[in-house]
């Protein structure tokens, strides 16, 4: 049986838009695997609740849900399009670091 890679792209922010991909495509999982193609933060309102739902998945699993950074995953795009805003003003300085660290990494 062939298996579907959902691919994803441009989020920026939607949380409503990322709901709304998996009750149409289904929740990821081994049988269901996606990509998400970078730029999941800024412009949008809600990117903390976008990359904390990605980064969840990610964790449950992790050979399904694959990461690749876009350039809104960058410390000058993120201080410039809200993502820093949002999380600073939650969550301060030291945890929108954190989330530049990982995106680092990816």
């Known amino acids: 049986e062939q ?6 792209g441009d989020l ?8 709304q991909i998996w009750e149409l495509n289904g929740l990821p999982s081994e049988q269901n695997p996606y990509l998400f193609n970078g730029d999941f933060v800024d412009r949008g309102p809600h990117s903390l609740e976008v990359v904390l739902s990605l980064f969840a998945w990610k964790l449950v699993y992790p050979k ?3 990461l690749a950074r876009g350039n809104h995953e960058t410390r000058s795009m993120s201080s410039m399009y809200g993502f820093k805003q949002q999380v600073v003003e939650k969550y301060g300085e030291s945890m929108y670091e954190t989330f530049c660290d990982a995106f680092d990494l990816l």
């Open 12 to 19: 920026h922010g939607q949380y409503d838009d990322l709901l």
């Open 64 to 66: 399904s849900v694959l």
């Open 3 to 8: 298996q579907t890679l959902h691919v994803v």
